[in-house]
């Protein structure tokens, strides 16, 4: 993942510069052609500072400003900043970097311990559906939800991805389940067991089904009835 930095003189503007395929001339010199847009207060950027800039995994632009954070999708800004009655969000709007991890993994909601169950699930709510694209197709692991052994996982999957489907989600929620706007979101509900297990413990334990299902699919010596 590459980071970009960015000094903004009298006010916030973001360049973005894309590259054409340059002609080559007689003289063997190669022109190159900009497209350049400005985006400023009108397009609901405020004034500031640009501290730090990176992509993330599904290549949405993030900008670590002094007020606050702002997320650019390809055509609209989305600014965040610290709110004291928002105990999981930032507690600062004057930020000096971003990261993102390895994995891209969504972050825990904070300070759980002062929010009633209800305000948690919505919190982690508004954090999954922000990962979700489009296109994707939503299983959420609920125990509500339906059990396969591990050869019907298998096929299951193997269905699935005949399906032509882009991008194949699974879900674990919170340790008190998922918000309402979540359930909307999913296409399907799947369950592991009746028990009641740690995220960590389902985290593996799904893992390896994944893996199971795939060598199923394959023939390989790894399964056995």
């Known amino acids: 993942m590459k980071t970009y930095w960015v000094d903004i003189l009298t006010f ?30 009108q397009n609901g950027v405020e004034d500031g500072l640009v501290n730090d800039i990176i992509q993330d995994h599904k290549g949405l632009l993030w900008f670590a400003t ?75 692991l609920d125990e509500r939800g339906k059990q396969y052994g591990s050869g019907e996982f ?9 399906n032509g489907i882009k991008r194949l989600v699974f879900v674990i929620g919170g340790p008190y389940g998922f918000s309402e706007a979540v359930y909307r979101k999913a296409d399907e509900l799947l369950s592991l067991s009746k028990m009641t297990f740690s995220h960590q413990m389902v985290r593996m334990i799904f893992a390896e089904q994944i893996y199971r299902a795939m060598t199923i699919m394959k023939g390989e010596p790894y399964h056995h009835e």
């Open 154 to 162: 298998s096929a299951f999957l193997a269905q699935k991805m005949l």
């Open 12 to 41: 916030f503007c973001v360049v973005i510069l894309c590259f054409f395929t340059a002609d080559v001339l007689a003289k063997g010199a190669i022109s190159q052609k900009y497209s350049v847009t400005y985006f400023s207060s």
């Open 66 to 140: 002094w007020n606050g954070l702002y997320r650019f999708d390809g055509y609209n800004f989305k600014n965040y900043k610290s709110n004291m009655e928002d105990l999981g969000g930032l507690t600062n709007d004057r930020l000096l970097d971003i990261v993102e991890d390895k994995f891209g993994c969504m972050p825990d909601v904070k300070n759980t311990k002062h929010m009633s169950e209800a305000l948690q699930k919505e919190k982690e709510g508004l954090l999954l559906l922000e990962q979700f694209l489009p296109t994707d197709y939503v299983i959420l």
